[in-house]
């Protein structure tokens, strides 16, 4: 069964740091790039960045110079890394791959003071 489980999101001050994982599973994490999309109240949902298989990367203009995606293939897991977060951040985050046929459940980002 494909799974994808984000985790570490939360409540973080503005100007804040911080990192979600999203575990996934073998059979799709060493074929798809991986993707983190984000879905703020009343927006649709939005590209944040993707991760190709060997690591290229590429963000959306909103987030760059901000935000780091990373993937660890020994563990099945990819990661994004948020800094200098703005309240305009605030958002549910989701992990996708196999070109939007996976998602995860959605972890929530809050930025606000």
């Known amino acids: 069964q494909v799974q994808l489980v984000e985790s570490g999101g939360g409540l973080v001050q503005p100007g804040g740091s911080l990192r979600l994982s999203c575990a996934a599973s073998?059979?799709?994490?060493?074929?798809?790039?991986m993707a983190w999309y984000r879905q703020a109240p009343g927006k649709q949902r939005e590209l944040v960045g993707t991760?190709?298989?060997?690591?290229?990367?590429n963000y959306a203009d909103s987030v760059k110079g901000r935000f780091t995606i990373s993937r660890d293939n020994a563990e099945n897991t990819v990661y994004l890394q948020m800094n200098s977060l703005k309240p305009e951040d605030t958002a549910v985050y989701y992990c996708?791959?196999?070109?939007?046929?996976?998602w995860g459940q959605g972890t929530q980002v809050t930025v606000s003071s």
């Open positions: 991760i190709t298989t060997s690591g290229y990367t």
């Open positions: 073998r059979s799709i994490f060493s074929v798809y790039a």
């Open positions: 996708s791959s196999g070109y939007g046929r996976y």
